[in-house]
């Protein structure tokens, strides 16, 4: 079974430039979360979609980032424009359902240096 | 507001030695409890879980009990192997109705020596 899918793997911008990350979850799944990694903070979530409606955004750092989820199969988070600090490991996770004991499946993540 | 506290690593231990992480949770509510492990260039993934106090999850040798006295979950592993080298995380469920958020701790690098 194909497990959380995210692109690119890796991606090397500019500081102004505008990022543009991608994920699809496992078929089926209808609960989405965006988190972000680093060293200094840890793992952070910053959005999660349940039925494709965000439900709870408040781990956005600002409004440079933007999550949309059109459908079932595909989300994006947006970073416009980018900046140094937002280099980071960027996961994508869904799970069946949404609920506290629900397992989450997370994918390899994509690897974001703003240069 | 719900948090996860791990023990501060990193962890550095021989092939075969005990392994203990520590993991403290705050007691809203009765939250599922789980731990995760990434291992180098890899998302998180599920290692194992407990949905209600003292229920014990297992699995690949490692072993955690939910302790709702001491809002406790704490991973243990009899022997540990060089391929158990990885960063492990504790995490605990929302209450209420947030659908399925987690909340993880600062997670726990653990190095295995031949």
């Known amino acids: 079974d194909a497990g959380v899918i995210q692109s690119p793997r890796h991606e090397v911008t500019e500081m102004g430039q505008e990022v543009t990350l991608r994920c699809k979850p496992i078929?089926?799944?209808?609960?989405l979360f965006w988190y972000r990694q680093t060293m200094m903070r840890g793992l952070e979530l910053l959005i999660y979609?349940?039925?494709?409606?965000?439900?709870?955004d408040s781990g956005m750092p600002e409004d440079r980032f933007s999550a949309k989820m059109p459908n079932a199969s595909f989300s994006t988070l947006k970073i416009q424009p980018s900046e140094p600090r937002d280099s980071a490991v960027y996961f994508c996770?869904?799970?069946?359902?949404?609920?506290?004991?629900?397992?989450?499946?997370f994918g390899p993540g994509t690897r974001l240096t703003v240069l | 507001g719900d948090s996860v506290t791990q023990m501060e690593g990193p962890v550095t231990l021989s092939e075969e030695a005990f392994l203990t992480i520590n993991c403290t949770y705050t007691a809203t509510g009765y939250p599922s409890l789980f731990w995760y492990v990434q291992y180098p260039g890899e998302g998180l993934q599920l290692l194992l879980k407990a949905t209600k106090a003292d229920d014990k999850g297992s699995n690949k040798g490692f072993e955690a009990t939910y302790r709702k006295e001491t809002t406790s979950f704490h991973l243990e592993k009899g022997s540990v192997q060089v391929s158990d080298s990885a960063v492990y995380f504790c995490a605990r469920g929302a209450g209420g109705t947030s659908y399925g958020k987690l909340t993880f701790g600062q997670g726990t690098i653990l190095t295995v020596h031949p």
């Open positions: 979609f349940n039925n494709n409606v965000p439900i709870d």
């Open positions: 078929s089926g799944h209808n609960s």
């Open positions: 996770a869904s799970s069946l359902y949404a609920g506290p004991e629900v397992t989450q499946y």
